[in-house]
């Protein structure tokens, strides 16, 4: 039987040679969440669920990397903000190819029932604190749901919501 670990690699890897081969940058509205779809993974982007224990429990910090490595992997440049004063955003990644850039928020936590509506907050305040051309913001988190008002919030934003199902 293959381990977790290798299995998460050969997936990365191919999802890593799809990314260097794509042409297009996304450009409607819902290529940005296509492609990070794609890359990230969710159901329809192709990776194998996930251990979702592994993942609930993880510490904070963790599940911070585990998402900006899964990034990195798909073929994106990484950069990781601060661990204190971050000024909203856990990382920055830049698509290497099309050059779009992802302003990411990262919510763990340790029941996996609502996600902290504090991730919307934060990615507006990370939007304005970091000097990133149109970037596209995102909130994941282990957590099965955010709020209403956290969902209604972000679509009036144009925030990507990513929880524990995707």
């Known amino acids: 039987e293959i381990s977790f670990d290798r ?3 050969e997936l990365l890897a191919r999802k890593r040679a799809l990314s260097r081969e794509m042409l ?14 794609e890359t990230v993974g969710s159901k329809s982007g192709g990776f194998s669920p996930v251990d979702l224990q592994t993942i609930d429990s993880m510490e904070p910090t963790e599940f911070e990397h585990w998402v900006l490595s899964r990034l ?3 073929g994106h440049r990484v950069d990781r903000t601060p661990r204190t004063h ?25 029941l996996s029932g609502m996600a902290p509506d504090q991730a ?3 990615l507006l305040r990370a939007r304005g604190a970091y000097p990133v051309k149109d ?5 994941i988190t282990n957590a099965s749901q955010f709020s209403t008002a956290a969902i209604r919030r972000a679509r009036e934003e144009g925030i990507l919501l990513v929880t524990r199902s995707e």
Do not use: W
């Open 24 to 37: 297009m940058p996304p450009v409607g509205p819902n290529d940005a969440k296509e492609l990070f779809d």
């Open 72 to 74: 990195r992997a798909a």
């Open 120 to 122: 919307i907050s934060d």
């Open 86 to 110: 971050d000024r909203g955003a856990d990382g920055i990644a830049y698509h290497r190819i099309s050059g779009r850039s992802i302003i990411i928020q990262c919510k763990h936590t340790q």
């Open 7 to 9: 299995k998460l690699h």
């Open 135 to 139: 970037p596209q913001l995102v909130a």
